[in-house]
C-alpha cells in the first residue's frame, strides 16, 4: 500500500491550464520508483477513466480526451506525479485521483476537484 495525496485543484475558465500533483510523503524510493502510476478522473455517473499513465520506464500514455492538452510527469526522488492540464474544457470537469497501476489493493485519496467554468 502507497498512500497517495492530490493536489491542486480548482476552479478555472475555458481555455485556462492547471497543474495536479500526487506526492507520496510516506513511501520510500525503493517503493515509488517501480510504480506505474496514473491520474484517473472521476465524473458523476460515469466510470472513473483513466486519463494519464506514467509508467515505471517508459513513455507516457493518454486518453485521447486529453492528448495533446495534458502531459504527465514524474519525479521519483521528490515520490511526486504531476499533471500539467492545458486548454481545459468545461469537460474536463471532475475529481481527479491518482492512483498505482493496476490498482490492486491500493486505497484511493481524496482526490481534487476541477472544474471548468466561465
Known amino acids: 500500500q502507497v498512500r497517495l495525496v492530490e493536489s491542486g485543484g480548482g476552479l478555472v475558465q475555458p481555455g485556462g491550464s492547471l497543474r495536479l500533483s500526487c506526492a507520496a510523503p510516506?513511501?520510500?524510493?525503493?517503493?515509488?520508483?517501480?510504480?506505474?502510476l496514473g491520474w484517473y478522473r472521476q465524473v458523476p455517473g460515469k466510470q472513473r477513466e483513466l486519463v494519464a499513465t506514467a509508467p515505471s520506464t517508459g513513455e507516457p500514455n493518454y486518453a485521447d480526451s486529453v492528448k495533446g492538452r495534458f502531459t504527465i510527469s514524474r519525479n521519483n526522488s521528490r515520490k511526486t506525479v504531476w499533471l500539467q492540464m492545458n486548454n481545459l474544457k468545461p469537460e474536463d470537469t471532475g475529481v481527479y485521483y491518482c492512483n498505482t497501476i493496476p490498482i490492486g489493493t491500493n486505497s484511493w485519496g481524496q482526490g481534487t476537484q476541477v472544474t471548468v467554468s466561465s
Open positions: 510516506r513511501a520510500i524510493f525503493s517503493t515509488f520508483s517501480p510504480l506505474s
